[in-house]
């Protein structure tokens, strides 16, 4: 093919020629073999601009273009998408940046007008090794796997499911609802009963749109964005396990969490003195309406003691603070008689509403009281004494009655899913977001999605709210009758060159490469690889290419550095 | 994600500790026999001496009529035995059980190429022996005889002896150390030539020492003191060594004089068990270029020497072995113009392992250095140093 | 008789002057040429630019560290060299780049190629010995003699084409006994008579193929029947063999330096013929045995296939080989017959399709009709 | 014809942070030494030995890898890797007998184009007081 | 829904990001910013906590998609008047002010900032540093036009009407100063609240002692102290000028007086710690406070690693500045009622978040209401976090109340997500 | 030699012409020997020089190549080249000293299948009467 090149060089008005002398630019790059053309215009990313460049390409019959101008954050897209207008592959074109690099960078004018040239020739040498990239277009599934049945599995599928999206939902136990359905109430300072729930379940139980998996686990999950197989196993009821496997575009994990075993640390007296109990137990309690010590009396004080496993684990649960003040108003609210002392280390209220509510308790009369450390729970006859630290003084109070609050714990699935999924875990042993602030419900699988406590603790507002934000998400990546595009700029592998040392698939986070084992070769995703080049790093055989970052096209300015 | 098993490591205090009258290698290749005739190996790859010639090459001997030309310890090494390993592995588990005999560096690359994905170990049980080092291969192919008698010699005395490879004489891996990946380690010290010591280094071994009813009731103590003595002479020697040549290669174009005679013949890539692309970054056409481009560089220059790159490939295949480099020496040995390559790499990879943290071939779960990172690694190589601690962040 | 120029020095100070001229006139842009590398001894080419450098430039050297047809397409082989070069070539390598164009992996155009009538290199080896100047000393007198020296390659002592082919410019060194008194420039093309106008030196009418130069050929094609008979192959068939290729490392280092291996990615080191476990075990189990890596003969074999009809039996294949399997000699003897067959000379013209690439309708007319 | 000496610098810059970083020098005007070639690499990760080894023999007489700061990558790890890459090449570029100042490996982000130009200008300071890489005139290079 | 068209207000990191997954959806966006530049507050931020990423970097690629997003019409300096119609089909008036440059024609060279002979103080830099009156709030604020503030603008606000001084300067006719505010008239089928958060006003307690000592600074304005393109690009140069030796940092100011805990100032607050130890790291550090909330997974683990750098914590129930020639003193008192005094250079406030001021205007132009705090309310605390009162309009960040940037995308992507599921 | 020997021939046919020749013979029932396996490939140019070396090596008793008769290619000249390779493979044999029987290449047309018979039959004695190929014990290779 013939190679004619053709060399714009924008002014930028007078940014560029008040330290560049263009027409030396113009002249120099003229000598060039191969450059066709070579042309200065005042403003190249105008209307005018663009125009003349797309008669250029059409007029000149170009087969690369260079434009040396700005910064290719700034028009990058703006030029390729000229070129796409005049028929001319977006990627058989170079941005030279002379205007932030050299023009702004550089005082000197001769220095910064040998530097444009030297930019401009590299761009030129490097362009000639370009490839005509194409876009590809992948036909999608809409359907969603939701996994976990829990208050977060339920809003998820509940705001995705309709005519064009089914939505499977696996739950591992016997029925929806997941640890919120025990929950006596969830609205503390509203009071209001928790059948809410219930009536999620109905709705998802009567859609047409759902498909209800209990006693099932998944088994397998393979794919990428838009097209996932899973094998899902569930259990029936006389000990067969039936397998199937379904096909969906998006995966939500939504596991929730466990408690702490408070029997890990004897200082909680959990399982040894009588009348400690954890939280779970007091729910129930409050949930039978009898507030009874082991003995059959009521008791008269009880103490609610915060934190337990936060120092083991390592973290705040956020969420406990709240209901211990929640079980706090209910024994005033209910039990007047009964005292109530409150140990707490500090208070994480972090919410607009939750202060008052605090306040509230304080003037209902719960006795809050300050501690640094808990040193020990135990059973000193028909009571309980708790000892604990605070201002580096020990102090210890009796009660009849003490409600521990575990840490929320990452649930007991969560490692074997995560190698299932193929996505990683954080420190904490809860799944990984794919960017703490900006991506909190995405995974480097792009496809599955968090929600919910599997991401780490969290209260119920917090979950239903990433739970719509998987569906929001979802929604708009896999819209129905829409393909997806992937990234152009991808990785790629020649088979005839890879040993199969699989270097590469250990280093690629987002899990783009896997081995093809009967040919002993990797091989990329592309609807899954975002084109970093870590593998192409990493590959001592150069088996590796990255599209448009070829090593060929990196010499080439390497190159044109050292002239 | 997947999680390799964890194969247990033994700490040898006890094996087999057999009579060695008849010969050394004569009751090592009876034991391979048995085990053989028992059915406890399908194959064993072991050195042969090719019939008629003086040559040496790898064999899977299945028949017993070819232990005529088996030899556990040639003179030379010819094809590096983890390289033999690979080249009949790789693709795939095997239908045999195979019985590896290789030296400690073949292990050793055998290893590494088993975390490449190069050598698949599935039924294969390697057994390694102390090694005493090998004689240049360029003398042997020029004078036989008198090779094999010197070989002999070495073999007899266990001493150091000049006409044996550089790196050989500074080998410090050329026994079971610290827990070597083999699988049965036979030491041929402790009481030289008069017995040998078999050490079982896994389940595997153990069990293959059970089958071939020797058990592990003998004390290694001898064996172990022996080897240790050895170990002590060569750690004092590669020292010296790793010094003259650090001397050498901070002279002015040290490292350029060295790799001066170089060729461009690639020998050494070629034989080397850790080059194992297929094709080399440096042979491809990433780096071809137009001849403004090298008429430049030789106007930059004055001169531009030819083959093109040839520094480039020593150089860049050092940046790309070095970390596994097991300072086996066959590259030296390939060198048609005897360029110290492996005394030069070993020398380089020494300090760069060192600074890993990682020995290569010594355990089939460490994490190959390139695959793996820590966040809180290497800050000084930031400049300017900003070595600050970062929060804790999830790594995989 | 043919064009010549006479320069009444040293043979090799002659050529340099008169390159050096070259290069201090901008008439060429660089030379091709050996050179002597800083402080160690070693000898290797390089294309010259800076006079200064050029002090340096060893052009009869005889010494082939690599084949420079190999190194001279590897230069242009993504476009031709845009500025006048001149190259300084023994025989063997003029034809290997002859070879090369051929298919495309170099081009001619912009260099001015300089050879010698070649009395052989020395073997690689020797340039790590102690007494290197003498035995160059001893060289130059053999050269002179027109007799065969003793450490020159084994594939130059049976060299019969060392009078070059395709050359502007021949310097005369065989036989010819005033070496170091004058140097003796056959211009053999319009080119080389251009370039000379530079040289100081008298035009004269002189003949290449003189008498001893054909005593020295018909010596030296003795010697090939010689060597060929050495290697044994043939005798025995298989078996012979087997034993020359016994030692064979399989690093593929012939492969390499050979100028005729042109692929950047040999088949016989890609996957195509690897073991794999199936194929491993019916093997295994029908010879009770198995040499591994194996496949050593099919690489020795099959090269041939590939090139030996190309072969310009420069030798660096058996100078580069560790374990010393005569492979040119043998790669020479096949050769030679096939080029018989088909009456084909590697390196004589780089317009003459390569025996593979072509056929005739009316050739081998018996074969496959029986 | 002793001329000043000016080195010849590549700089190897992370599309996401440093890339940016550069820009912003730029566009806030900071005077930044000429003497450093950018090239735009998706990610600090893609430098490998080959890359620098390569621009050092070539001629280089300095060059800089910069990427997103440790925790930032754009593509989660990629620059630890880069780290250890770097770590491995300045053990290397040891026996080259070069300083192993030669080549830098830098943290920039995008906000940084004032740190960008000290850097660079830095850098170049450094490379010009050291001279001229000698394999710039190493005719076996 | 008839309309296909959503409604953003508010171009901050929970604006953008909502807009941008509708705009991937398919929808037509309505993004409408107050301010000159998108962002929002976290483009001040040099980096962000838990994990010390550097903001810009990581926000810049999303400003830029938003920017060049067809789908997104972003509308700057703009505020929503009036709100009328029902979900489906609201009718929305917004007063776009004029911004006298042209954004089709201005590339950002930053020429004319120069001969502008107005000097005022740079809000966004919390007046520490001087701007002209056109100009851009910081270096790469996106997008890269700058704006001219017409109450600075002799020409403008008719101190000097011939002045023409950034005119002359710019080559590519970018300045316009025949521009007029307009009024256009938005159909949209949902409205997505993402207004932001103002900070607490420390200069109302005087125990604090802001204002009266120089080198008691807020925590946006350490923000911006720290920050490479902030006002003294990243040097740690106080107000008044002195070595930093010793730091005191205060949290909770405002939370008594707001009545909540803001959840977020723990952290932050621990952020500065650690930019203080990166820079000077003989400092010392104090951080006073009162109930540490540091929820979360990882947030924990940071202040473990402060205290191993040796940060002072100390807990208080009251707390004073005082000081004299530059040397603060900073008095608190535990829960045990005993008094400690700290000397210290330099005293950072962490305020409360609070609503911003004129949310009540927009509450009422949108007809959702208030709560007690001052931010929007939802409709239901906890089961519907985002929906307002109102159908069809949600309210998302800090709009809704104090919290993390992780928290506000959450609620962003969860806002798409209803709108889009009610589309379905 | 054991008369119950019974070689292994590998045959490459050209589809067009000899594959279609053998394939006839079938259809005829004519009797074609068990030691022929036949490999089909599209033109007797695609006949490598390697398939047949590889073939011997690994021990076939006989190679047969197998194509259109000259003039008669699918491909306008594809055979010619393969005639050529035959030459070149047949030359080497001899040269080393190889058995160079033990291949052999063959025109064969798609209606001849009597000649396909013939020759399958007479190269299949022919093999026997040399015996198995050595090659395939040995192991050194």
């Not at chain 1, 792009?446 to 239903?464: D, F, M, Q, R, V």
């Not at chain 3, 075990?281 to 090139?307: A, E, Q």
């Not at chain 3, 030679?336 to 013209?349: A, E, I």
Request: glycine share 6%.
């Amino acid at each position: 093919m013939n190679k004619n090149i053709g060399v714009y060089v924008c002014e930028c008005g007078p940014n560029i020629p008040e330290r560049i002398d263009v027409d030396k630019v113009v002249q120099e790059m003229s000598s060039m073999d191969e450059v066709k053309t070579v042309k200065k215009f005042n403003l190249m990313c105008s209307n005018d601009g663009k125009k003349f460049l797309k008669e250029e390409i059409e007029k000149q019959k170009l087969s690369h273009v260079v434009v040396a101008a700005c910064s290719p954050k700034d028009h990058e897209k703006t030029f390729m998408s000229v070129c796409q207008e005049s028929g001319l592959n977006p990627y058989l074109f170079q941005l030279v940046n002379i205007r932030e690099q050299c023009a702004w960078m550089i005082p000197d004018k001769e220095e910064a007008t040998s530097k444009a040239v030297k930019y401009i020739r590299a761009g030129i040498h490097r362009v000639l090794y370009h490839n005509p990239l194409k876009k590809k277009e992948i036909e999608i599934n809409t359907d969603v796997l939701v996994i976990g049945g829990g208050l977060s599995g339920i809003e998820a599928a509940l705001s995705l499911a309709g005519p064009k999206r089914k939505v499977h939902i696996i739950e591992k136990t016997d029925s929806l609802g997941g640890m919120a359905a025990d929950l006596s109430q969830v609205l503390p300072h509203q009071g209001s009963k928790m059948d809410l729930i219930k009536k999620k379940v109905e709705q998802l139980e009567s859609s047409e749109f759902v498909n209800i998996n209990t006693f099932s686990q998944v088994k397998e999950v393979r794919g990428f964005l838009g097209n996932f197989e899973a094998v899902i196993n569930t259990h029936s009821g006389n000990g067969g396990v039936e397998e199937k496997e379904i096909k969906i575009g998006a995966v939500i994990v939504a596991t929730g969490f466990n408690l702490f075993d408070l029997k890990k640390n004897p200082i909680y007296g959990y399982g040894e003195a009588d009348n400690v109990l954890n939280a779970t137990e007091f729910e129930d309690m409050i949930n039978s309406e009898k507030i009874l010590l082991k003995s059959g009396k009521k008791p008269k004080s009880v103490a609610l003691v915060h934190c337990a496993g936060r120092k083991e684990q390592g973290y705040c649960s956020k969420v406990c603070c709240l209901y211990n003040l929640k079980f706090a108003h209910y024994l005033r609210d209910h039990h007047p008689d009964i005292e109530v002392k409150e140990l707490v280390i500090d208070w994480c209220l972090p919410h607009k509403q939750d202060q008052s509510y605090f306040e509230e308790a304080k003037d209902k009369g719960v006795d809050f009281i300050r501690m640094d450390e808990l040193l020990k729970t135990k059973s000193t006859g028909d009571q309980i004494q708790i000892e604990f630290k605070t201002n580096d003084k020990s102090h210890s109070v009796s009660v009849d009655m003490a409600v521990v609050a575990p840490a929320m714990v990452p649930s007991e699935d969560t490692t074997k899913l995560a190698d299932i999924l193929n996505i990683p875990l954080d420190k904490s042993g809860f799944f990984k977001e794919l960017h703490e602030m900006l991506d909190p419900v995405s995974t480097p699988m792009e496809g599955i999605y968090l929600t919910g406590c599997a991401l780490g603790p969290k209260n119920i507002h917090e979950s239903l709210t990433q739970s719509h934000a998987t569906s929001g998400k979802i929604f708009s990546t896999l819209v129905p009758g829409r393909k997806i595009e992937p990234e152009v700029k991808v990785s790629e592998i020649k088979e005839d060159l890879c040993t199969g040392c699989q270097t590469c698939l250990s280093v690629c986070f987002y899990g783009a490469i896997t081995t093809d084992s009967f040919k002993g070769v990797s091989v990329v995703n592309e609807a899954i690889c975002r084109g970093c080049g870590n593998c192409v790093g990493s590959c001592p055989s150069g088996a590796i290419r990255s599209k448009h970052f070829t090593y060929p096209q990196l010499y080439q300015e390497v190159l044109d550095a050292l002239r | 994600m997947s999680h390799q098993k964890k194969e247990e490591t033994i700490i040898p205090e006890k094996g087999t500790v057999l009579s060695a009258e008849k010969g050394t290698k004569r009751v090592i290749l009876d034991i391979l026999k048995k085990a053989l005739a028992e059915n406890l190996f399908d194959a064993v790859l072991i050195p042969a001496q090719v019939p008629e010639t003086e040559a040496y090459s790898w064999i899977l001997l299945q028949d017993e009529s070819l232990f005529e030309w088996a030899d556990p310890l040639p003179p030379v090494m010819t094809v590096q035995g983890g390289r033999a390993l690979s080249s009949f592995s790789k693709n795939g588990e095997l239908e045999q059980n195979i019985a590896a005999l290789l030296r400690p560096c073949e292990i050793r690359a055998a290893i590494e190429l088993f975390k490449l994905k190069q050598v698949n170990l599935k039924n294969i049980t390697l057994i390694s022996l102390d090694c005493p080092g090998a004689m240049p291969l360029s003398n042997y192919m020029s004078d036989p005889q008198k090779t094999k008698k010197d070989f002999q010699h070495i073999l007899e005395k266990w001493e150091n002896s000049e006409s044996l490879r550089p790196v050989c004489q500074v080998c410090q891996h050329f026994s079971f150390i610290d827990g070597t990946a083999a699988d049965l380690h036979i030491g041929l010290l402790g009481d030289k030539n008069k017995n040998i010591t078999l050490i079982p280094s896994s389940p595997k071994g153990k069990k293959l020492l059970d089958q071939l009813e020797f058990g592990t009731k003998d004390s290694v103590e001898k064996w172990k003191t022996e080897k240790q003595q050895l170990a002590n002479e060569k750690i004092k020697r590669i020292d010296a060594f790793n010094r003259e040549w650090k001397k050498k290669i901070n002279q002015a174009n040290g490292f350029f004089n060295e790799f001066n005679p170089c060729i461009n013949c690639h020998n050494c890539m070629n034989v080397c068990p850790m080059c194992y692309c297929q094709q080399c970054y440096f042979d491809s056409q990433a780096i071809n270029f137009k001849p403004e481009a090298y008429m430049q560089k030789a106007e930059q220059k004055g001169a531009l020497r030819f083959p093109l790159n040839t520094m480039l490939f020593h150089i860049g295949r050092m940046s790309h072995m070095v970390l596994s480099c097991v300072s086996c020496g066959a590259c030296e040995d390939a060198c048609p113009v005897s360029i110290p390559v492996s005394q030069l790499f070993s020398m380089v990879s020494d300090q760069t392992q060192k600074e890993f943290k990682y020995t290569p071939g010594m355990n089939r779960e460490d994490a190959l250095p390139l695959q793996d990172f820590t966040e809180q690694e290497f800050c000084e190589v930031e400049v300017p140093d900003e070595c600050h601690e970062k929060a804790p962040e999830e790594a995989k | 008789m043919a064009k010549a120029v006479k320069i009444k020095k040293k043979t090799e100070e002659g050529l340099h002057d008169f390159l050096k001229s070259l290069l201090d006139k901008e008439i060429i842009k660089g030379v091709f040429i050996l050179k002597k590398m800083d402080k160690t001894g070693a000898v290797s080419y390089s294309l010259i630019t800076d006079p200064e450098e050029f002090k340096k430039a060893v052009p009869l050297y005889p010494y082939m560290p690599v084949n420079a047809g190999k190194a001279l397409a590897n230069f242009t082989l993504l476009g031709k060299a845009e500025q006048p070069i001149a190259a300084i070539l023994r025989p063997c390598e003029i034809r290997a780049f002859v070879e090369l164009v051929k298919r495309t992996q170099g081009d001619f155009e912009n260099f001015l190629i300089i050879s010698l009538t070649c009395g052989g290199v020395l073997t690689l080896k020797t340039i790590s010995e102690p007494d290197q100047d003498k035995l160059i000393s001893q060289y130059w007198e053999s050269v002179k003699k027109a007799e065969v020296f003793e450490h020159t390659r084994e594939a130059c002592q049976f060299c019969e084409h060392f009078l070059p082919l395709n050359a502007d410019i021949t310097v005369a060194a065989v036989g010819k006994k005033d070496l170091d008194e004058e140097c003796l420039l056959f211009l053999n093309t319009p080119k080389g008579e251009k370039f000379a106008q530079e040289a100081s030196g008298s035009s004269v009418s002189e003949e290449i193929e003189t008498e001893k130069v054909q005593q020295l050929k018909k010596k030296r094609e003795e010697l090939k029947e010689k060597y060929v008979q050495q290697t044994e192959t043939g005798e025995t068939g298989m078996k012979s063999l087997v034993n020359v290729f016994a030692p064979c490392l399989g690093c593929h280092g012939c492969s390499h330096v050979c100028p005729i291996c042109y692929c950047t990615l040999c088949e016989f080191d890609s996957k195509t013929l690897q073991y794999n476990a199936d194929g491993l075990s019916s093997d295994l189990k029908r010879k009770g045995g198995l040499k591994v890596p194996s496949g050593n003969l099919l690489f020795h074999l099959g090269r041939m296939t590939h090139m030996a009809v190309s072969c310009i039996s420069c030798g660096m294949c058996s100078d580069v080989c560790p374990v010393n399997i005569p492979v040119a000699t043998v790669f020479s003897k096949a050769g030679k017959s096939l080029q018989k067959v088909f009456d084909y000379f590697p390196g004589k013209d780089a317009e003459e399709p390569v025996p593979g690439g072509t056929y005739k309708e009316e050739e081998f007319a018996e074969i496959g009709e029986q | 014809m002793e001329k000043k000496f000016k080195p010849n610098i590549v700089g190897f810059l992370c599309n996401w942070c440093s890339y940016a970083g550069a820009d912003l020098a730029g566009s806030s005007k900071t005077q930044v030494d000429p003497s450093l070639s950018v090239i735009r690499v998706m990610c600090s990760s893609r430098v490998n030995s080959n890359l620098i080894l390569s621009s050092l023999l070539w001629g280089a007489d300095g060059v800089l890898v910069a990427g997103c700061h440790p925790g930032d990558c754009h593509y989660e790890q990629g620059n630890y890797y880069a780290r250890r890459r770097f770590a491995l090449l300045k053990k290397i570029t040891k026996i080259l007998n070069l300083e192993p100042d030669r080549i830098q490996l830098s943290w920039i982000s995008a906000s940084e184009g004032k740190r960008y130009a000290e850097i660079v200008n830095q850098f170049a300071r450094d490379i010009t007081k050291k001279g001229p890489n000698p394999l710039t005139r190493n005719s076996q290079t | 829904m008839e309309q296909q068209n959503v409604l953003v207000i508010g171009a901050g990191v929970a604006g953008m990001e909502a807009s941008l997954i509708l705009a991937e959806a398919g929808l037509n966006v309505h993004l409408v910013e107050k301010e000159s530049l998108i962002g929002g507050q976290t483009i001040k931020f040099e980096e962000v906590y838990p994990n010390m990423e550097c903001a810009t970097c990581m926000i810049a690629p999303q400003q830029q998609d938003v920017l060049q997003n067809d789908r997104i019409n972003v509308s700057l300096l703009s505020k929503v008047q009036s709100v009328e119609g029902s979900a489906g089909n609201f009718k929305v008036q917004v007063k776009k002010k004029a911004r006298y440059v042209s954004l089709i024609n201005c590339i950002g060279c930053g020429a004319c900032y120069e001969p502008c002979p107005v000097s005022l103080g740079n809000a966004f830099e919390e007046r520490m540093s001087q701007k002209k009156a056109i100009a851009v709030a910081c270096p790469g604020a996106l997008p890269n036009a700058p704006a001219i503030d017409p109450e600075a603008c002799l020409r403008l606000n008719g101190k000097k009407k011939d002045c023409s001084a950034c005119q002359e300067a710019c080559g590519f006719d970018a300045i316009d100063f025949s521009q007029k505010d307009e009024t256009v008239e938005l159909n949209v089928g949902a409205i997505i609240v993402a207004t932001g958060f103002d900070q607490f006003d420390v200069s109302t307690l005087p125990q604090y002692g802001y204002g009266k000592h120089p080198n008691v600074y807020t925590a946006m304005e350490f923000e911006r102290l720290y920050a490479q393109n902030g006002p003294t690009e990243g040097e740690l140069t106080l107000r008044q000028d002195k070595p930093i030796k010793s730091v005191g940092i205060i949290h909770c100011v405002g939370r008594k007086q707001e009545g909540y805990c803001s959840g977020v100032c723990c952290m932050y607050s621990m952020k500065f710690a650690y930019f203080i130890k990166d820079k000077v790291p003989d400092a010392d550090i104090h951080e006073f406070h009162t109930d540490l909330c540091i929820p979360g997974k990882s947030h924990q683990k940071f202040y473990n690693e402060l205290k191993d750098k040796g940060v002072h914590f100390c807990r208080f129930e009251d707390i004073k500045v005082s000081g004299q020639n530059g040397n603060l003193q900073v008095r608190s008192t535990n829960s045990d009622g005993k008094e400690k005094s700290t000397d210290t250079d330099m005293v950072i406030l962490s305020p409360a978040l609070t609503p911003p001021p004129d949310a009540e205007i927009l509450a009422k132009s949108l007809g959702i209401p208030q709560d007690s705090t001052g931010f929007f309310s939802t409709q239901n605390q906890k089961l519907n976090p985002i929906d307002s009162e109102k159908e069809g309009i949600y309210v998302i960040g800090c709009a809704e109340g104090p919290k993390d940037i992780s928290e506000s995308v959450s609620q962003a992507e969860a806002a798409a997500g209803r709108v889009l599921s009610f589309l379905q | 030699m054991n008369s119950k020997y019974k070689p292994n021939i590998i045959a490459f046919l050209c589809n067009w012409c000899s594959y279609t020749g053998a394939d006839l013979a079938g259809t005829a029932r004519m009797k074609i020997p068990s030691s022929i396996k036949t490999i089909r490939v599209m033109c007797s140019g695609r006949i490598d020089a390697l398939f047949v070396l590889k073939a011997f090596l690994k021990g076939a008793d006989g190679v047969m190549m197998m194509g259109c008769h000259p003039g008669d290619c699918h491909y306008q000249k594809g055979n010619y080249n393969t005639r050529r390779r035959y030459v070149l493979l047949d030359n080497l044999f001899k040269t080393l000293g190889l058995e160079k029987k033990r291949i052999g290449l063959w025109w064969v047309s798609a209606s001849e299948a009597n000649r396909y018979a013939k020759v399958t039959n007479e190269y299949t004695e022919e093999i026997k009467k040399l015996g198995p190929n050595p090659t395939s014990e040995e192991i050194f290779l």
